[in-house]
């Protein structure tokens, strides 16, 4: 099993609503990554969780919270969004070894309204 | 500051023309070079990394630290080939971040 599941694949949400994006692997990887991509644009690092710890915040606004309950699961929660923020949300692991893969998601397509 | 840059948007040929996709990167450390393709409505998968020095689907990269250049080259080209195609920089070892390039298409014509 390669994959990194990502749901939902659509979401739409208004400036005031809350809501999470959820991504899971059981590649046993201890890195994961939020990657946003703007329509024609190359990915951008947003997050990573390292062995569950946040290690990495590319000064992301703070209407973006991740979460990373346990070493399979990492979550997105959005709130106060504004319409700027819709974009393809790409979510990916890797493993602990110098050498690992990074594995990507298909994505959750995000549009504020 | 990490940096890769694509130079072309779009690369347009025919079946069975050699491709060549550049990439140039600027790094001060020891770079971890990576190509990624996206196909229409599919995930990113990575291609190739450098230190691996292999051959995926025809696709050959190699690293020439002189010219910082890391080109991705397929001698014959395929209509299957048509994606877009991202360079991408990583630093050093462990839980690295990729710095991607802004991504080249290619589009492979009968």
């Known amino acids: 099993d390669t994959e990194v599941t990502q749901t939902p694949k659509h979401l739409v949400m208004g400036m005031t609503n809350k809501k999470s994006l959820k991504c899971e692997q059981h590649?046993?990887?201890?890195?994961m990554y939020w990657y946003k991509q703007k329509a024609k644009k190359p990915p951008e690092l947003m997050f990573v969780?390292?062995?569950?710890?946040?290690?990495i915040n590319e000064s992301v606004p703070s209407r973006f919270s991740p979460e990373c309950p346990n070493s399979s699961l990492l979550n997105l929660h959005l709130h106060a969004l504004q319409p700027e923020d819709s974009a393809l949300y790409l979510c990916?692991?890797?493993?602990?070894?110098?050498?690992?893969?990074?594995?990507f998601g298909e994505g959750s397509w995000l549009t504020v309204v | 500051a990490q940096r890769v840059t694509q130079p072309e948007k779009l690369l347009s040929v025919f079946k069975g023309a050699p491709v060549e996709l550049k990439c140039n990167y600027s790094?001060?450390?020891?770079?971890?070079l990576f190509w990624y393709v996206q196909y229409s409505r599919q995930r990113l998968q990575l291609l190739l990394r450098?230190?691996s020095r292999e051959s995926i689907k025809g696709f050959t990269a190699d690293l020439n630290k002189g010219e910082t250049s890391f080109h991705l080259k397929k001698p014959f080209a395929q209509e299957e080939d048509s994606a877009m195609y991202y360079c991408?920089?990583?630093?050093?070892?462990?839980?690295?971040?990729?710095?991607f390039g802004t991504g080249t298409r290619l589009l492979v014509s009968p």
């Open positions: 590649m046993g990887h201890r890195a």
């Open positions: 969780y390292s062995y569950e710890k946040l290690s």
């Open positions: 790094y001060s450390g020891s770079p971890e």
């Open positions: 990916a692991s890797r493993s602990g070894k110098a050498e690992g893969t990074i594995y």
């Open positions: 450098h230190i």
């Open positions: 991408a920089l990583g630093r050093g070892t462990g839980f690295q971040k990729l710095v």
